[in-house]
């Protein structure tokens, strides 16, 4: 059973940093496609970055430069370092794991089996 957990989101200003982190406390065997979405109030859920089994990563255009997606030490973890916070980059952020290793591309929701909770990222002006 796959769970995923994410941490370190919270309020910074324009300009700021904030890193991510998603665990994985069920058990997974293979390494799968893993990916960060983002929520803004009144708006659809929408692709940040992924990364799958190889290691070959995409970005949504507005955050490339800015972020960086990355898998952790241990098997299905992942990580997102956000620099340069934006006020638009303000959203509720999930990390999200699809089955298998191949990652569906243009990262949308249902190419993913298994979400995070959310957590809060605010940027303020």
């Known amino acids: 059973q796959v769970q995923l957990m994410e941490s370190g989101g919270g309020s910074v200003q324009a300009g700021g940093s904030l890193r991510l982190s998603c665990s994985d406390s069920?058990?997974?065997?293979?390494?799968?496609?893993m990916g960060w979405f983002r929520q803004a109030p009144g708006k659809e859920r929408e692709g940040v970055a992924d990364?799958?089994?190889?290691?070959?990563?995409t970005y949504t255009d507005s955050v490339k430069g800015r972020f960086t997606i990355s898998r952790g030490n241990a098997k299905n973890t992942l990580s997102l370092q956000m620099n340069s916070l934006k006020p638009e980059d303000t959203a509720i952020y999930y990390c999200?794991?699809?089955?298998?290793?191949?990652?569906?591309?243009?990262?949308?929701?249902?190419?993913?089996?298994?979400w995070g909770q959310g957590i809060q990222v605010t940027v303020s002006s």
């Open positions: 999200a794991a699809a089955i298998g290793g191949d990652c569906y591309r243009p990262q949308i929701p249902l190419g993913y089996r298994y």
């Open positions: 069920g058990y997974t065997y293979g390494t799968r496609c």
């Open positions: 990364i799958d089994r190889d290691g070959r990563i």
